[in-house]
């Protein structure tokens, strides 16, 4: 039973390791994500529990004061209020009676509680690192409705006023500080920046809305994914990590498909990767722990825990010591304590389910094994994340740049020769092959779903979402 | 001096000028292996520099021997694209590569486009053919087209293919055994028996996937241990070991050379010494519980503790492997990701009610204190407190029940698993039953009337219709796996399992059970309000007022898999290669296991199943394995048949279960002892108001009424009792509808036999004949809830069958006198006549049957 209450505790290497996948993987969703994202910027709001009594406690009246006496005297219509602002503010039904988040179309709606598994404040701290004027355009982003937005007038009628609200203290440097990592930070922070796009205006909050909660969900995904490689590595280039091929077709993909394969391998090297980075992180932080010679046996894994993971609460260090037993070799010990944080499966399932909820990694449990994939909506996230609105960018530079960005192999590359780095999961004259029919599969998908012209001579570019729009 | 064995570039130059002298317009595009020979390519399909060549990515960079006619500028062959056709016929213009870049969209799509999978076939046909002639056994064309199909599946490189091909056939003398040495070249391990088989493909396949196992990262515990076990091996020395190593850490394939590919597997699935003395090793692949426990363990409730303790309930899923007693045994299920009755942030949930076409979110959810404050008012006007201890003590009983509700898909896998899962599923039922018989023993039963109203709404999600909210009318209902008519069968099947694990065939008894007992009773019983029928589900079934067709799950294999191998008895040409359509099949494992058993126990070579719906509720033919053919949903059958050109050796149709109702019932025959519930069949008077050709007929009804011994059943419907009324019990007409009889007869000419296959709870009463005599009944089977009938058009291959083996026997047999006997054996013997097709023994013993059946009916006395 240790195992079990271990599995998935942060409290270890939290100081150490950023974006940590929690013990509760299964409850973090995009919406979650953007109110602990909005928590950690802004603070909660006393008055987004009267949102929650309104949407999911049908017998206590709101204390909504701009709600008309006719309607909350009248059951049938209060009944009838309570489901139209269902629709709108939780329309993917992640509000729960003690906890959860709304579609927050107002700062004042943002609450504090532990849906997100911590990832939202992670994901603020990360963002705010790499772009200082994040906060203000956070704060003009739910500023004071104009004609025409009509949700940010709702939120304002249903919150009232949110000057109050102040930015809180966030970190100055990105979370890791390797060649790379820095890169890296710079390059997910800006997956928030179509949500900032000038061109949207406010009629556009619901989109721009949708956009900011997915950037702040690929950030918290992509990170996790690769964070306790990175921290451990500190590599300098993409070719220094596993390498995260993505299936380019149509998602799931069937489980014969050559892509198909190579995207599952590539998925199990890359949980492999963060696992043994995982364990040699906790390695070096119990060989860097001088335990007394004279220690007697039955004390060592209390000293030894103790001092190396001092951040740990009481109770966990007690379960890490349980996990333990009478081991006195570092190594040893580490490999039981992170048999015990991350068993066998653990980040395979966990990376499964936050990616899939993205559209980033799939399929769904019991339809096949776990693998890289692109649903539309995370490619036209990524798209809108690295082309300028209002440009076009060559497919295959295309490919390059989400390579350069973001580790992520489509195609057999231009600037980089990505056989290479996939050679180790199988023959190269597969690879290849596999790759360029990976790369032409995504390219028509990415036609038929707009996100890319292809012209009469021959040429395919990748295109800004903000140009379709105009 | 024989001729060299073709390469893949004198292939694909064959594809080419093939395509080249077909095509009209004088182009075509040739898409290439990337690292193929390009000058033998060219020099083979242009000796004399004819063709105009074009060079585009990847080829773009090549620089071959040849210049003339030849350029790698998109403008250049745009403009040789755009010559006159009298121009191009002379001077065809072939494209190599993709033609993907700038400028050259107008060569892309060319007319004539030959692919790789189109050189590889080219490929096949050319290597086959030089191997006929130049190699007398068949094994190497074998090996060969089985590692086209690998290349094809981009399992293997096929630039490597075409090396390794003309390494091996270099010397026909040595085309049988030189390959299964040089596998390595090909990224495979050596494998001595690679050419054994019958079809090398599967052999070739088992070890793709050990190399693949190699390569990849462990994402099983199973896999773990095989890797730690292998490193092990290699840490003591053992060679096969560090080469395995060795090719895991580099990926070379160079380390594969001087493997062999058993040597591997023994080290990977080395089964742990035995004390006792082994047995043969451990099985292939790993079996499930319940085969497990048909193959007799010694020790079953070891294995059972083993087989519990590898895992944790608070584990998200469970795919495990462990040797017991020299089985592989597998475990691979996975719960839900949360639960109705116990959610994470709130007390647990009893029930749930929502207006109907709301969905479940929207749900009204009722906690403990809906059933406290009916218990406290009852035990208020009892004057007593009995009934609000009970109802605390139910409730303390139930929240144990979280992990059976999360796993309940594997709902008796886990009690049988997990002991103290097991006990607590028992306590919550003893408790209900406590209750239960507290409220209901009550003498003044008006007191408890509230209390008895919320015991019967407990443990399912009410769908009502808007009316007053005093007065809901509930229309459907879906039950918790928590609910008795679920837990209550459950739990006597695993207690049976528990009780006699020594059981010969103990699994498919539980599979048996499972398929027929839950829910515990067909309808369920609400007051003021219909009653409600089963529809659909086992573990979480749905009752609703009006109950759509549907056929249930079916999860044992026995009948489809008992039906092909009598066929293939019958029919010895099927043995090779046997094809099955399968309309409507159900949902469930069971037909998709039926035919990997027929595979597995090599009933036939190899069989393909053709696979036609017509209702949503169907299996998923994905599920059916790569053998299957999808023909997609069609509304009526009869019309298809008429039109389609498909044929196959036996046709499954598959009927939704008859929609029943709940019908006050006479019930002539008292409840007998027993488990469960039993049939009352009646037949019901002519009506006066029917159709003029049935008028005179009576019509049969099958009722189904709970047994005394099936406890919650009776319970239920003395909760749900609302006056001093009849019981209304499940009722069913269990007779071919016209628009049914009609499609049967559609499918007739379409196959040699057709299979009928009707779900419980009596299944159906067969017609002797279909269509004036046009289908003859064969006999039945039972395939989970379905029984399965069997027609054909004639008996002859039957009768040959009889008579062969009456040959040598002092009886001289008269074909129409043999298939009159037969008739009769069919009717007289459920199975009788399908069983002549299963083994050769069996022919005597039903014809001693027939001989006995014919001397009894004539001379009563048996003289």
């Given at each position: 039973?240790?195992?079990?209450?271990?599995?998935?505790?942060?409290?270890?290497?939290r100081?150490?390791v950023?974006?940590l996948?929690?013990?509760?993987?299964?409850?973090?969703?995009?919406?979650h994500?953007?109110?602990?994202?909005?928590?950690?910027?802004?603070?909660?709001?006393?008055?987004?529990?009267?949102?929650?009594?309104?949407?999911?406690?049908?017998?206590?009246?709101?204390?909504?004061?701009?709600?008309?006496?006719?309607?909350?005297?009248?059951?049938?219509?209060l009944?009838r209020?309570?489901?139209?602002?269902?629709?709108?503010?939780?329309?993917?039904?992640?509000?729960?009676?003690?906890?959860?988040?709304?579609?927050?179309?107002?700062?004042?709606?943002?609450?504090?509680?532990?849906?997100?598994?911590?990832?939202?404040?992670?994901?603020?701290?990360?963002?705010?690192?790499?772009?200082?004027?994040?906060?203000?355009?956070?704060?003009?982003?739910?500023?004071?409705?104009?004609?025409?937005?009509?949700?940010?007038?709702?939120?304002?009628?249903?919150?009232?006023?949110?000057?109050?609200?102040?930015p809180?203290?966030?970190?100055?440097?990105?979370?890791?500080?390797?060649?790379?990592?820095?890169?890296?930070?710079?390059?997910?922070a800006?997956?928030?920046?179509?949500?900032?796009?000038?061109?949207?205006?406010?009629?556009?909050?619901?989109?721009?809305?949708?956009?900011?909660?997915?950037?702040?969900?690929?950030?918290?995904?992509l990170?996790?994914?690769?964070?306790?490689?990175?921290?451990?590595?500190?590599?300098?280039?993409?070719?220094?990590?596993?390498?995260?091929?993505?299936?380019?077709?149509?998602?799931?993909?069937?489980?014969?498909?050559?892509?198909?394969?190579?995207?599952?391998?590539?998925?199990?090297?890359?949980?492999?990767?963060?696992?043994?980075?995982?364990?040699?992180?906790?390695?070096?932080?119990?060989?860097?722990?001088?335990?007394p010679?004279?220690?007697?046996?039955?004390?060592?894994?209390?000293?030894?825990?103790?001092?190396?993971?001092?951040?740990?609460?009481?109770?966990?260090?007690?379960?890490?010591?349980?996990?333990?037993?009478?081991?006195?070799?570092?190594?040893?010990?580490?490999?039981?304590?992170?048999?015990?944080?991350y068993?066998?499966?653990?980040?395979?399932?966990?990376?499964?389910?936050?990616?899939?909820?993205?559209?980033?990694?799939?399929?769904?449990?019991?339809?096949?094994?776990?693998?890289?994939?692109?649903e539309?909506?995370?490619?036209?996230?990524?798209?809108?994340?690295?082309?300028?609105?209002?440009?076009?960018?060559?497919?295959?530079?295309?490919?390059?740049?989400?390579?350069?960005?973001?580790?992520?192999?489509?195609?057999?590359?231009?600037?980089t020769?990505?056989?290479?780095?996939?050679?180790?999961?199988?023959?190269?004259?597969?690879?290849?092959?596999?790759?360029?029919?990976?790369?032409?599969?995504?390219?028509?998908?990415?036609?038929?779903?707009?996100?890319?012209?292809?012209?009469?001579?021959?040429?395919?570019?990748?295109?800004?979402?903000?140009?379709?729009?105009? | 001096?024989?001729?060299?064995?073709?390469?893949?570039?004198?292939?694909?130059?064959?594809?080419?000028?093939?395509?080249?002298?077909?095509?009209?317009?004088?182009?075509?595009?040739?898409?290439?292996?990337?690292?193929?020979?390009?000058?033998?390519?060219?020099?083979i399909?242009?000796?004399?520099?004819?063709?105009?060549?074009?060079?585009?990515?990847?080829?773009?960079?090549?620089?071959?021997?040849?210049?003339?006619?030849?350029?790698g500028?998109?403008?250049?062959?745009?403009?040789?694209?755009?010559?006159?056709?009298?121009?191009?016929?002379?001077?065809?213009?072939?494209?190599?590569?993709?033609?993907?870049?700038?400028?050259?969209?107008?060569?892309?799509?060319?007319?004539?486009?030959?692919?790789?999978?189109?050189?590889?076939?080219?490929?096949?046909?050319?290597?086959?053919?030089?191997?006929?002639?130049?190699?007398?056994?068949?094994?190497?064309?074998?090996?060969?087209t089985?590692?086209?199909?690998?290349?094809?599946?981009?399992?293997?490189?096929?630039?490597?293919?075409?090396?390794?091909?003309?390494?091996?056939?270099?010397?026909?003398?040595?085309?049988?055994?030189?390959?299964?040495?040089q596998?390595?070249?090909?990224?495979?391990?050596?494998?001595?028996?690679a050419?054994?088989g019958?079809?090398?493909k599967?052999?070739?396949?088992?070890?793709?996937?050990?190399?693949?196992?190699?390569?990849?990262?462990?994402d099983?515990?199973?896999?773990?241990?095989?890797?730690?076990?292998?490193?092990?091996?290699?840490?003591?020395?053992?060679?096969?070991?560090?080469?395995?190593?060795?090719?895991?850490?580099?990926?070379?394939?160079?380390?594969?050379?001087?493997?062999?590919?058993?040597?591997?597997?023994?080290?990977?699935?080395?089964?742990?010494?035995?004390?006792?003395?082994?047995?043969?090793?451990?099985?292939?692949?790993?079996?499930?519980?319940?085969?497990?426990?048909?193959?007799?363990?010694?020790?079953?409730?070891?294995?059972?503790?083993r087989?519990?303790?590898?895992w944790?309930?608070?584990?998200?899923?469970?795919?495990?492997?462990?040797?017991?007693?020299?089985?592989?045994?597998?475990l691979?299920?996975?719960?839900?990701?949360?639960?109705?009755?116990?959610?994470?942030?709130?007390?647990q949930?009893?029930?749930?009610?929502?207006?109907?076409g709301?969905?479940?979110?929207?749900?009204?959810?009722?906690?403990?204190?809906?059933?406290?404050?009916?218990?406290?008012?009852?035990?208020d006007?009892?004057?007593?407190?009995?009934?609000?201890?009970?109802?605390?003590?139910?409730?303390?009983?139930?929240?144990?029940?979280?992990?059976?509700?999360?796993?309940?898909?594997?709902?008796?896998?886990?009690?049988?698993?997990?002991?103290?899962?097991?006990?607590?599923?028992?306590?919550?039922?003893?408790?209900w039953?406590?209750?239960?018989?507290?409220?209901?023993?009550?003498?003044?039963?008006?007191?408890?009337?509230?209390?008895?109203?919320?015991?019967?709404?407990?443990?399912?999600?009410?769908?009502?219709?808007a009316?007053?909210?005093?007065?809901?009318?509930?229309?459907?209902?879906?039950?918790?796996?928590?609910?008795?008519?679920?837990?209550?069968?459950?739990?006597?099947?695993?207690?049976?399992?528990?009780?006699?694990?020594?059981?010969?065939?103990?699994?498919?008894?539980?599979?048996?059970?499972f398929?027929?007992a839950?829910?515990?009773?067909?309808?369920?019983?609400?007051q003021?309000?219909?009653?409600?029928?089963?529809?659909?589900?086992?573990?979480?079934?749905?009752?609703?007022?009006?109950?759509?067709y549907?056929?249930?799950?079916?999860?044992?294999?026995?009948?489809?898999?008992?039906?092909?191998?009598?066929y293939?008895?019958?029919?010895?040409f099927?043995?090779?290669?046997?094809?099955?359509?399968?309309?409507?099949?159900?949902?469930?494992?069971?037909?998709?296991?039926?035919?990997?058993?027929?595979?597995?126990?090599?009933?036939?070579?190899?069989?393909?199943?053709?696979?036609?719906?017509?209702?949503?509720?169907?299996?998923?033919?994905?599920?059916?394995?790569?053998?299957?053919?999808?023909?997609?949903?069609?509304?009526?059958?009869?019309?298809?048949a008429?039109?389609t050109?498909?044929?196959?050796n036996?046709?499954?149709?598959?009927?939704?279960?008859?929609?029943?109702?709940?019908?006050?019932?006479?019930?002539?025959?008292?409840?007998?002892?027993?488990?469960?519930?039993?049939?009352?069949?009646?037949?019901?008077?002519?009506?006066?108001?029917?159709?003029?050709?049935?008028?005179?007929?009576?019509?049969?009804?099958?009722?189904?009424?709970?047994?005394?011994?099936?406890?919650?059943?009776?319970?239920?419907?003395?909760?749900?009792?609302?006056?001093?009324?009849?019981?209304?019990?499940?009722?069913?007409?269990?007779?071919?509808?016209?628009?049914?009889?009609?499609?049967?007869l559609?499918?007739?000419?379409?196959?040699?036999?057709?299979?009928?296959?009707?779900?419980?709870?009596?299944?159906?009463?067969?017609?002797?004949?279909?269509?004036?005599?046009?289908?003859?009944?064969?006999?039945?089977?039972?395939?989970?809830?379905?029984?399965?009938?069997?027609?054909?058009?004639?008996?002859?291959a039957?009768?040959?069958?009889?008579?062969?083996?009456?040959?040598?026997?002092?009886?001289?047999?008269?074909?129409?006198?043999?298939?009159?006997?037969?008739?009769?054996?069919?009717?007289?013997?459920?199975?009788?006549v399908?069983?002549?097709?299963?083994?050769?023994?069996?022919?005597?013993?039903?014809?001693?049957?027939?001989?006995?059946?014919?001397?009894?009916?004539h001379?009563?006395?048996?003289?």
């Amino acid at each position: 039973m240790t195992v079990s209450k271990l599995r998935g505790r942060r409290s270890f290497l939290r100081n150490q390791v950023p974006f940590l996948l929690g013990r509760n993987y299964d409850r973090v969703a995009p919406s979650h994500v953007l109110n602990g994202f909005l928590c950690a910027a802004f603070g909660p709001n006393p008055s987004a529990k009267n949102i929650r009594v309104l949407l999911r406690n049908p017998d206590l009246l709101p204390e909504i004061p701009s709600i008309a006496a006719s309607i909350l005297e009248d059951p049938q219509h209060l009944s009838r209020f309570r489901q139209a602002m269902g629709v709108v503010l939780n329309a993917d039904r992640r509000l729960f009676p003690s906890g959860g988040s709304v579609f927050p179309v107002s700062l004042g709606m943002v609450s504090q509680h532990l849906m997100d598994d911590g990832f939202g404040s992670e994901v603020w701290e990360l963002a705010c690192a790499c772009d200082r004027n994040l906060s203000p355009r956070i704060r003009s982003f739910f500023g004071a409705p104009i004609h025409g937005d009509v949700l940010g007038q709702l939120g304002s009628v249903l919150c009232g006023d949110i000057s109050a609200c102040d930015p809180k203290h966030s970190r100055t440097k990105p979370p890791w500080d390797s060649e790379l990592g820095a890169t890296y930070a710079r390059k997910l922070a800006a997956l928030l920046s179509p949500a900032f796009a000038e061109a949207g205006g406010f009629a556009m909050r619901s989109s721009r809305l949708i956009a900011l909660s997915s950037g702040c969900f690929a950030i918290g995904f992509l990170a996790t994914l690769r964070s306790a490689e990175i921290t451990h590595r500190r590599p300098k280039t993409w070719s220094d990590l596993s390498p995260m091929f993505v299936f380019g077709g149509m998602p799931p993909g069937r489980a014969n498909d050559p892509a198909t394969r190579l995207a599952s391998k590539s998925f199990a090297t890359v949980v492999a990767a963060q696992r043994d980075a995982l364990r040699e992180i906790l390695v070096k932080r119990l060989k860097r722990r001088r335990v007394p010679a004279s220690t007697p046996k039955t004390q060592y894994a209390r000293v030894v825990v103790a001092g190396a993971f001092p951040d740990a609460s009481d109770k966990d260090q007690e379960l890490a010591r349980d996990a333990v037993g009478r081991v006195q070799d570092a190594e040893k010990v580490a490999d039981r304590l992170a048999d015990a944080l991350y068993p066998a499966g653990f980040l395979d399932r966990g990376f499964r389910r936050v990616g899939r909820k993205l559209g980033l990694a799939g399929p769904d449990r019991g339809f096949g094994s776990p693998r890289f994939l692109l649903e539309t909506p995370a490619l036209a996230l990524l798209s809108a994340a690295t082309v300028p609105p209002g440009n076009s960018i060559g497919f295959r530079d295309w490919l390059d740049e989400i390579f350069l960005r973001f580790g992520i192999i489509l195609g057999p590359g231009q600037r980089t020769d990505c056989t290479a780095l996939l050679a180790h999961l199988d023959t190269p004259g597969v690879v290849t092959s596999i790759l360029r029919e990976n790369q032409e599969a995504l390219r028509r998908r990415m036609v038929r779903a707009g996100l890319a012209m292809e012209y009469s001579d021959g040429e395919t570019e990748v295109v800004s979402p903000e140009r379709r729009t105009d | 001096m024989p001729s060299k064995f073709p390469t893949i570039a004198a292939a694909a130059a064959e594809a080419a000028r093939e395509a080249l002298d077909k095509s009209r317009d004088g182009l075509a595009r040739i898409e290439l292996p990337i690292e193929i020979a390009i000058d033998e390519f060219i020099s083979i399909v242009d000796p004399e520099d004819q063709i105009r060549i074009g060079l585009t990515d990847p080829f773009r960079s090549a620089d071959p021997a040849r210049k003339r006619l030849l350029s790698g500028n998109a403008r250049q062959l745009t403009q040789w694209r755009n010559r006159p056709i009298a121009t191009r016929r002379k001077n065809p213009l072939l494209i190599l590569g993709e033609a993907a870049g700038r400028e050259e969209s107008g060569l892309r799509s060319f007319r004539n486009v030959i692919t790789e999978g189109q050189i590889l076939s080219a490929y096949s046909d050319s290597g086959n053919r030089w191997l006929s002639d130049h190699v007398e056994p068949k094994a190497p064309q074998r090996l060969f087209t089985a590692l086209i199909v690998l290349a094809k599946q981009r399992k293997i490189d096929t630039i490597d293919l075409s090396s390794f091909a003309s390494t091996v056939f270099r010397q026909p003398s040595k085309a049988h055994t030189a390959p299964q040495g040089q596998l390595f070249s090909l990224g495979l391990i050596p494998d001595s028996r690679a050419m054994d088989g019958a079809s090398c493909k599967p052999r070739l396949d088992l070890n793709y996937s050990i190399v693949e196992m190699l390569r990849s990262s462990p994402d099983t515990r199973g896999e773990e241990r095989q890797l730690a076990r292998l490193d092990d091996a290699a840490e003591s020395g053992n060679e096969v070991a560090i080469a395995a190593r060795k090719f895991r850490a580099t990926g070379n394939r160079k380390y594969l050379r001087g493997l062999e590919l058993d040597a591997v597997r023994e080290l990977l699935f080395k089964k742990p010494a035995d004390p006792k003395g082994g047995s043969d090793g451990p099985s292939e692949r790993p079996i499930s519980l319940f085969d497990a426990l048909d193959e007799g363990l010694q020790d079953p409730e070891a294995a059972l503790a083993r087989l519990g303790a590898s895992w944790e309930l608070d584990d998200e899923s469970v795919k495990e492997t462990l040797e017991i007693e020299g089985h592989l045994i597998g475990l691979d299920m996975s719960r839900r990701d949360a639960s109705f009755a116990f959610p994470e942030e709130a007390d647990q949930v009893l029930l749930s009610r929502r207006e109907v076409g709301h969905s479940r979110e929207d749900a009204r959810e009722e906690g403990p204190g809906f059933l406290l404050n009916a218990a406290t008012l009852a035990d208020d006007q009892l004057g007593t407190t009995d009934i609000s201890e009970a109802t605390r003590e139910f409730l303390g009983a139930r929240e144990k029940l979280l992990h059976l509700d999360l796993w309940s898909d594997h709902a008796l896998e886990i009690l049988l698993l997990k002991p103290e899962l097991y006990e607590a599923a028992d306590a919550y039922l003893r408790s209900w039953l406590g209750l239960t018989d507290l409220v209901l023993s009550q003498r003044e039963p008006a007191k408890c009337r509230a209390v008895r109203e919320a015991l019967a709404l407990v443990d399912l999600d009410w769908e009502y219709e808007a009316e007053d909210r005093d007065a809901l009318k509930y229309v459907a209902a879906e039950m918790y796996p928590i609910h008795p008519f679920v837990l209550s069968p459950l739990l006597l099947i695993a207690r049976h399992a528990r009780s006699s694990p020594n059981q010969k065939n103990l699994g498919q008894q539980l599979r048996w059970a499972f398929d027929r007992a839950i829910p515990a009773y067909p309808a369920i019983w609400c007051q003021r309000t219909s009653n409600l029928v089963h529809g659909s589900g086992s573990t979480r079934p749905r009752f609703a007022a009006r109950v759509a067709y549907h056929r249930p799950e079916v999860s044992s294999t026995s009948g489809v898999l008992d039906l092909i191998v009598s066929y293939a008895g019958l029919y010895p040409f099927a043995c090779s290669h046997l094809s099955l359509l399968f309309v409507d099949p159900p949902k469930g494992s069971g037909v998709p296991n039926a035919l990997r058993a027929a595979l597995r126990r090599s009933v036939v070579d190899d069989l393909s199943a053709t696979v036609l719906t017509t209702a949503a509720d169907a299996v998923d033919w994905v599920t059916l394995g790569h053998r299957t053919q999808y023909l997609g949903r069609q509304s009526q059958v009869r019309s298809w048949a008429e039109q389609t050109f498909i044929r196959a050796n036996v046709a499954f149709f598959f009927l939704p279960a008859r929609p029943g109702a709940t019908e006050s019932h006479h019930g002539r025959f008292e409840p007998s002892r027993g488990v469960h519930n039993y049939f009352t069949i009646s037949a019901r008077e002519p009506s006066l108001t029917g159709q003029l050709d049935v008028r005179d007929e009576f019509t049969p009804f099958v009722a189904l009424q709970p047994r005394d011994s099936n406890e919650v059943v009776r319970r239920m419907m003395e909760i749900g009792r609302g006056s001093q009324d009849e019981d209304s019990f499940f009722e069913v007409q269990p007779m071919l509808t016209e628009d049914e009889e009609q499609e049967i007869l559609a499918l007739a000419p379409l196959c040699d036999w057709v299979v009928v296959a009707a779900p419980g709870p009596m299944g159906l009463v067969p017609p002797r004949r279909l269509g004036g005599g046009k289908l003859l009944y064969l006999g039945r089977e039972d395939f989970g809830p379905f029984a399965l009938f069997v027609y054909c058009g004639d008996l002859y291959a039957v009768r040959k069958r009889v008579e062969a083996e009456l040959t040598e026997g002092p009886v001289w047999p008269v074909g129409t006198n043999v298939e009159e006997h037969l008739r009769r054996l069919a009717l007289s013997v459920p199975n009788g006549v399908l069983r002549i097709g299963r083994s050769q023994g069996a022919v005597t013993v039903q014809v001693g049957l027939m001989a006995a059946s014919h001397f009894a009916e004539h001379e009563p006395d048996g003289v």
